[in-house]
């Protein structure tokens, strides 16, 4: 099983930018299906962003299109979730997640394995 460790978080201003990154150890990087979902206060947790294994297809959630981009550095470990235009509606705990091999990532039932989660606080 892939452990998996989110940093990157903290306190920006509305319209700034952010870059978390997610730090996989164990099992083959590659195998994975990575992605990233976050959880606002007394909300559910939501998909944001999912890239593929060979990283060649993305997906977003419409309200991060155009200004989140998901990448990842397979010679890292890492995969990568660039946040532009932060808006105070963004403030939520960021999770890394993976999906082992095959399928889609792009809800809480497709995820094999979570991070613990990086706190993101976009202030207006």
């Known amino acids: 099983q892939v452990q998996l460790v989110e940093s990157g978080g903290g306190l920006v201003q509305a319209g700034g930018s952010l870059r978390l990154s997610c730090a996989a150890s164990?099992?083959?990087?590659?195998?994975?299906?990575m992605g990233w979902f976050r959880q606002a206060p007394g909300e559910e947790r939501e998909f944001v962003a999912s890239?593929?294994?060979?990283?060649?297809?993305?997906y977003y959630a419409d309200s991060v299109k155009g200004r989140f981009t998901i990448s990842r550095d397979d010679a890292k470990n890492t995969v990568y979730l660039q946040m532009n235009s932060l808006s105070p509606e963004d403030t939520a705990v960021y999770y890394c997640?993976?999906?082992?091999?095959?399928?889609?990532?792009?809800?809480?039932?497709?995820?094999?394995?979570w991070g613990q989660g990086t706190q993101v606080t976009v202030s207006s």
């Open positions: 997640a993976a999906r082992y091999l095959y399928g889609d990532l792009r809800s809480l039932e497709d995820v094999n394995r």
């Open positions: 164990g099992r083959a990087f590659s195998g994975y299906i």
């Open positions: 890239i593929s294994r060979s990283g060649a297809s993305t």
